[in-house]
């Protein structure tokens, strides 16, 4: 059982940036393949960005490449995700999640379905 907790969201102008950090505790952090997903109000929940489980791969959302960073720490079992050039349309409830152990650690999961265990979520507010 992974227990993730997110932090560091918060309201920030447009073109503004923040640092997102979900803190892991039990089960073994560095085996999971680590996401980052978002719901806005009245919206689906959608995939944001995921990292391998050595950090050796990333993948981002095409709304947010270029602009957003996924990277961990193993050693300190937390993922972060790096928010530059936020923008209004950013804003939402942004959740970590751990991939299912049944994955095998293959591939970089990009889907719901393949993640596990999931964050209460943090806010982010970007005013324009």
């Known amino acids: 059982q992974v227990h993730l907790v997110e932090s560091g969201g918060g309201l920030v102008q447009a073109g503004g940036s923040l640092r997102l950090s979900c803190a892991a505790s039990?089960?073994?952090?560095?085996?999971?393949?680590m996401g980052w997903f978002r719901q806005a109000p009245g919206k689906a929940r959608e995939f944001v960005a995921a990292?391998?489980?050595?950090?050796?791969?990333?993948l981002s959302a095409d709304s947010v490449k270029g602009r957003f960073t996924i990277s961990r720490d193993n050693a300190q079992n937390t993922v972060f995700l790096q928010m530059n050039s936020l923008k209004p349309e950013d804003t939402a409830v942004y959740y970590c999640?751990?991939?299912?152990?049944?994955?095998?650690?293959?591939?970089?999961?990009?889907?719901?379905?393949?993640?596990?265990?999931w964050g209460q979520g943090t806010q982010v507010t970007v005013s324009s």
């Open positions: 999640a751990a991939d299912k152990n049944s994955r095998g650690g293959i591939g970089i999961p990009k889907y719901s379905y393949e993640y596990e265990y």
């Open positions: 039990g089960g073994t952090f560095s085996r999971h393949a």
């Open positions: 990292i391998t489980w050595n950090g050796g791969n990333t």
